[in-house]
């Protein structure tokens, strides 16, 4: 089960950290991703980090968002900064099943059906 927190209402250029907290599953052992989904659009690939700690961004984000591992915590969290009204979203987090897996190609990682579990999604919205 996945429980992303975090989510709220910023001014542009603010920073917010979304929190995606795992039971049943050591978040170290798996790939976890992060998404979003914007209103009348599909769901789209934010980040992703490898259990192995390999780290994967959007071009959209890379260089304002940041993605880490709590394995105390057993969290994967996202550090959003520079937001921009065009990063409003629900924030999904996602766990692919798979255990240790060895490195692939970065579509994999960007694939939401690679993904197995789903969090409930947390509201981020940026104002101008």
């Known amino acids: 089960q996945l429980q992303a927190s975090g989510g709220g209402l910023v001014q542009a250029g603010g920073s917010l950290r979304l929190s995606c907290a795992a039971s049943?599953?050591?978040?170290?052992?798996?790939?976890m991703g992060w998404f979003r989904q914007a209103p009348g659009k599909e769901r789209e690939f934010v980040s992703a980090?490898?259990?192995?700690?390999?780290?994967y961004y959007a071009d959209s984000v890379k260089g304002r968002f940041t993605i880490s591992r709590d394995n105390a915590k057993n969290t994967v969290d996202l550090q959003m900064d520079s937001l921009k009204p065009e990063d409003t979203a629900v924030y999904y987090c996602a766990l692919d099943a798979g255990f240790r897996l060895p490195f692939r190609d970065t579509n994999y990682y960007t694939d939401r059906l690679t993904y197995d579990y789903w969090g409930q999604g947390t509201q981020v919205t940026v104002s101008s």
């Open positions: 049943g599953r050591t978040v170290s052992n798996h790939v």
């Open positions: 980090i490898r259990s192995g700690g390999s780290k």
